[in-house]
């Protein structure tokens, strides 16, 4: 069964680009890797997700090599608001492979 | 908007009662899922569904229970709650089974 690991912490100051990586040595062929940020008090909202080298939308990008035994999560230009725990979910959709990082707590700094 | 919502913020219970909580979505999504949070040990699926009176077991079942009659409602039932069963629980739906899920705010159970 897969298993992801991130940094618990990371720390930044506004307006730095944030790299957040994340290592899933078993992930299967099927699975796609999804980030998710949560703030305190809320459920987590979806960020991306992507199956293999880079995708980019309007908040981040994310990057998957080819191997796809890791992804990094990049947040440009942070902000206060950005402060909260990103996590990693890898997912192919069937039963069994359902598997989310114990997260990254992300703090930024004025 | 797709909205998730869940029956309770916060619920206090005493060992060993049935505690039910209950699970909304209002987009007409099949795939629901519910997981526990708690420090260190992020999210961990317990159950989800992917369809009207199906379920599928997740990583920690155990102690749990599921009930999905309506395809917008998915119910976890705790049949006689323990304390190791403190936890934040999450429900979540999504319209593509791998795709975006869609999280209520959470219900934060103490069992005491």
């Known amino acids: 069964l897969a298993k992801t690991t991130q940094p618990i912490s990371m720390d930044s100051y506004e307006g730095q680009e944030v790299n957040i990586t994340c290592s899933h040595n078993?992930?299967?062929?099927?699975?796609?890797i999804t980030w998710y940020q949560q703030f305190p008090s809320q459920g987590p909202r979806f960020i991306i997700q992507?199956?293999?080298t880079k995708v980019t939308n309007e908040v981040a990008s994310l990057f998957i090599p080819a191997d796809r035994k890791s992804s990094t999560l990049s947040l440009p230009r942070v902000s206060l608001s950005d402060t909260a725990v990103y996590y990693c979910?890898?997912?192919?959709?069937?039963?069994?492979?359902?598997?989310f990082g114990k997260g990254t707590k992300l703090s930024v700094k004025p | 908007d797709v909205k998730v919502t869940q029956s309770s913020r916060y619920l206090v219970k005493r060992t060993g009662e049935k505690v039910f909580l209950e699970c909304v979505q209002d987009?007409?999504?099949?795939?629901m899922f519910w997981y526990r949070q708690d420090p260190g040990l992020g999210l961990r699926l317990i159950y989800f569904?992917?369809?009207?009176?199906?379920?599928e077991k997740g990583d920690i079942p155990e102690g749990y229970s599921v009930s999905r009659e309506k395809k917008e409602r998915f119910s976890l039932i705790l049949e006689s709650a323990s304390t190791n069963q403190t936890s934040m629980y999450l429900c979540?739906?999504?319209?593509?089974?791998?795709?975006?899920?869609?999280f209520g705010p959470g219900t934060r159970l103490t069992v005491t």
């Open positions: 979910l890898l997912y192919g959709g069937s039963q069994g492979n359902l598997i």
């Open positions: 078993n992930i299967a062929t099927n699975d796609y």
């Open positions: 979540a739906s999504s319209l593509v089974r791998n795709y975006e899920q869609y």
């Open positions: 987009m007409d999504h099949e795939n």
């Open positions: 992507g199956y293999k």
């Open positions: 569904s992917y369809d009207v009176k199906m379920k």
